[in-house]
């Protein structure tokens, strides 16, 4: 399985950005896909999880309101729409796939039940 996220980048505060995260799984319409980010000397934290048809969704709460994650099976990928972005966003953002979650409506927001990541993409947010 392998998972490939792009769209970051440098923005100025106030910003938008969007990432993309393509899986090559065959049976990725069935699971959940979730964003994880992580700064410099930080833990990875979670951001947002999104269920396999996309009726579920989680944020952290702080995202909620500036950011959006949404799916299209068809093309086996995510997005991360990021919105109103701040310089305490910058991170490595990490797509990641929970294989546990087959047809189900839960939405972790904890690093260890996905078991698949991408290599991540850098986001920075200058003031």
């Known amino acids: 399985v392998q998972l490939q996220a792009s769209g970051g980048g440098l923005v100025q505060a106030g910003g938008s950005l969007r990432l993309s995260c393509a899986v090559s799984e065959r049976k990725f319409n069935s699971f959940t896909m979730g964003w994880f980010r992580q700064a410099p000397g930080k833990e990875r934290e979670f951001v947002a999880a999104i269920n396999w048809d996309g009726r579920a969704r989680t944020y952290a709460d702080s995202v909620k309101g500036r950011f959006t994650i949404s799916r299209d099976n068809a093309k086996k990928a995510i997005t991360l729409q990021m919105n109103t972005l701040e310089p305490e966003d910058t991170a490595v953002y990490y797509c990641?796939?929970?294989?546990?979650?087959?047809?189900?409506?839960?939405?972790?927001?904890?690093?260890?039940?996905?078991?698949?990541w991408g290599q991540g993409t850098q986001v920075t947010v200058s003031s």
């Open positions: 990641a796939l929970d294989v546990t979650s087959a047809y189900s409506t839960r939405t972790s927001s904890t690093a260890p039940d996905y078991r698949y």
